[in-house]
């Protein structure tokens, strides 16, 4: 059974950072995508970043510059170092992930088949 834990959520406030984990178990990690979504109230669920198994990485154009997606497969762990917070990044953050494949992007839920429960990150002005 796949599960996806994420931790490191909170409340921060404009200008802060923080680093969210995702800890997988029931797959090998070392052959998945990994991404990390968020979804605010009232809006779609939307990527914030993606890494592939091979460790190229995708991202928002909205987070460019301030977050960095990395991967630890020796502790099956995916993070997400968000700097330069703003309150437009508050929102619920979700880790997936789906075995890994040269064939389809990474980019949209649909991508992926495996959620987390998520974590809330509220930035304050």
Same mark, same amino acid.
């Given at each position: 059974? $796949?599960?996806?834990? @994420?931790?490191?959520? /909170?409340?921060?406030? %404009? !200008? !802060? ?5 995702? %800890?997988? =178990? /029931?797959? *090998?990690?070392?052959?998945? #995508? +990994?991404?990390?979504?968020?979804? %605010?109230? /009232?809006? @779609?669920? #939307? ?7 091979s460790g190229s990485?995708?991202? &928002? #154009?909205?987070?460019? /510059? ?6 630890d497969n020796a502790?099956? *762990?995916?993070?997400?170092? +968000? =700097?330069?917070?703003?309150? @437009? #990044?508050? %929102?619920?953050?979700?880790? &997936?992930?789906?075995?890994? =494949?040269?064939? =389809?992007? *990474?980019?949209?839920? *649909?991508?992926f088949n495996y ?5 809330? $990150?509220? $930035?304050?002005?």
């Open positions: 059974q $796949v599960q996806l834990v @994420e931790s490191g959520g /909170g409340l921060v406030q %404009a !200008g !802060g950072s923080l680093r969210l984990s995702c %800890a997988a =178990s /029931g797959l *090998t990690f070392s052959i998945h #995508d +990994m991404g990390w979504f968020r979804q %605010a109230p /009232g809006k @779609e669920r #939307d990527l914030v970043a993606s890494i592939r198994w990485t995708s991202y &928002a #154009d909205s987070v460019k /510059g301030r977050f960095t997606i990395s991967r502790k099956n *762990t995916v993070y997400v170092q +968000m =700097s330069s917070l703003k309150p @437009e #990044d508050t %929102a619920v953050y979700y880790c &997936a992930a789906r075995r890994g =494949s040269v064939l =389809s992007g *990474t980019r949209s839920p *649909t991508d959620w987390g429960q998520g974590t809330q $990150v509220t $930035v304050s002005s």
